[in-house]
């Protein structure tokens, strides 16, 4: 199977960087230890990175990640002993567990996710259904999927304050689905656990709060692994009240887009990287990569043609995009097959459980992969993230991969902040001032 | 790689007791989850696993387990994730770990185990060190493995009630020595937790109490799934104070090995299974297969030649016999390249982490296969033994060692029962009367 190869111009860096993860790998897993001790892992998550040889970073951190159909089947039974961890906090006895998946019926891809995931949670002794918001879903509905395997959408059946199906009382409900389109009222006050918990559906979550977290729980590895925070962390800034169709906010955007580039041109010079800083402008609170744009100069987010305005302006679920974020862009230097690639690692309960590569054979370094022509390429770790070899160069694919699965569980730390805020509104509402955090590092221009 | 086939002629039953275990997988998992909250699950453990077709039991179970290092690698990161759930609860923040093998320095084989142990620990991001109770060792002495891995032995230093090396103060001590001889004074009264606790070693474990406590929780398990306990239980009975060398105890054993061959014969016979019922003889608290002969009759035991008596009457570090085990023999019907086998799983905490068939191409199917002349072949599982698959047969092989998993995490469960009974002293001590549950079901002979 496919191992990604880095390009080689740029690894010192990285190779600093993996020196130093692998160095402290006791400090960093006794840290990890104890935030989680402190900290509910989410029930899932997945973590999209970029690798840029000097930097390695997440981009963009999914609470409701589809995709579990493109891991590595080889390491199911790494995912099946994490369920198996998970559930042991979550039901006692027999534990019966409702899916509620995306309103994607026709999206067969989907659907093979949605019926792995299953697959996966009942290897871990799970009794599982999966209940559809779909109106139209009023009997159990049987779809054959393009592997072989099948998926039967049920009729979600409200009862008082319980949640399930006509015969299936379940002990939690797993959220797939990541309510772009606001909370429905059949998942309102309920008393089952609800995981991810409402809350973090894209209908209140942000990018922007997610990245103010990061900055938090980056700056600590930092210390403790001794690197400059910014070596795994991109910069940021947030405008809200955007509204590309009314051409409202693009001063707002225009200076934010010549900060963040500011401060990495600066940051390239001090390090001595020889690259052209660009930035993603991106919706606060878009997925399925729509509402995204790379931008290298702050003309470019101004006076958007009509085409530029309607590929901004509305995400998933035709939901109006207000909030924006613009991210520092960090270049992906992997290739596979001479198309650029992009790491996507997979967690479950506080565990890497696999991943793989987001690869696009039209798109450039500097872009974004997630976007119509993508495929993707399961990690072939023969020995997965959890396994660094000290005796082999860091480079090495295990250690490389071990790497990884840091960055993407801290960005999973930050998501685990970042859920105990929307339940406890400890930060301020969206589109009233900035987190805390963010405000400190990243002035949010108005 | 090698996944061995069943005998055929025979795998109705079995693919019966198999049917039930997947169709009953979120019982048995439900179950499971509920012991062990009641019941912590000792840090490892290895079991030997007899599959006769018609029946799949445990023969043994190790507390102290070597051969880590015949492990399939590609599963490490499942002992991995194993190891760090299980020092979550054991060490809080850095967790420094300290290794205390066996006395056997030239066995390379033995060492390449440790060296195999302490990676996988660190690689869940402890801190691991080896410290040896031998005297010779009084400097850090490293021997290089056949397998180009090393292993550093260092010489254990106590500093009050703590024990350690020079430089080196650990959160926990893992025993990988049996404590055959007995405890030695460096490890009596540690403040630190010792795991497994010394009292589990084989100075005061006895496998009778161990198949006591599984009796019990076979019996739970059976009825779960609907089974006759005996499909997945041995016969066994227990003769205390036997001297082999002073033919003491003759008579008690002849009664025994009468008795359990009664018991199969009658069992085989309601079954319709054709076999010629034999027992294991076995010191109760022996290891690594010495002292252990197969019996088809009473009159075998009695008037043991000089060689026979010779073979008997001591085990591992020389110590003298009293307390033989008669087990009823379970004919392993698996092969492996026309040599028969037999499957060893190993567990940490509570999970399955991977196993390996012994295979003896000297040895008949009512042997011990623990003897001069055995080899280790990786169990292949490609998906390993969480894995179950409904859509296939039950004797495909992820689902075959689904049921491996089931009832070798079934005799781990009876070796915490029994755990906490010698930490308790809840059973009486060896030499007195037989436990309970034993006594209920197995009359003891005197």
Redesign the interface.
Known sequence: MAVPHLTTALTGPLLDLEKRILAA??????W???Q??EHTPPFYGSVDLRNAGYKLAPVDMNLFPAGFNNLN??????A???A??T??HLC????NLLIVPENHTRNLYYLQNVATLRDTL??????VRVGSLLPEITAPTTIELPDGNSLTLEALVRRGRRLGLADFDPCMVLLNNDLSAGLPEMLQGIDQTIMPPPEAGWHSRRKSRHFAAYDTVAGFLAELIGVDPWVINPYWGVCRGVDFQARTGEECLAETVRQVLERTRTKYRELGIDQKPFVMVKADAGTYGMGVMSVKDPSEVVGLNRKQRNKMAVVKEGMAVSDVLVQEGVPTFETLKDAVAEPVVYMLDR?VIGGFYRVHTGRGDDENLNAPGMHFEPLAF???????DAAKKPDAPPNRFYAYGVISRLSLLAAAHEIEALMTERYAAPGAVAPESAAAEQPEPV
Request: hydrophobic share 45%; charged share 20%.
């Open positions: 790998m006791p400090e960093i897993e006794g990890f230890r104890a989680w001790q089947p080889v390491f199911r039974p790494l099946i002993q994490a198996q961890v559930v042991d006692p006895g027999i534990a009942r290897l871990a002794g799970l009794k565990f023969e020995t997965c993230c959890s396994e660094p």
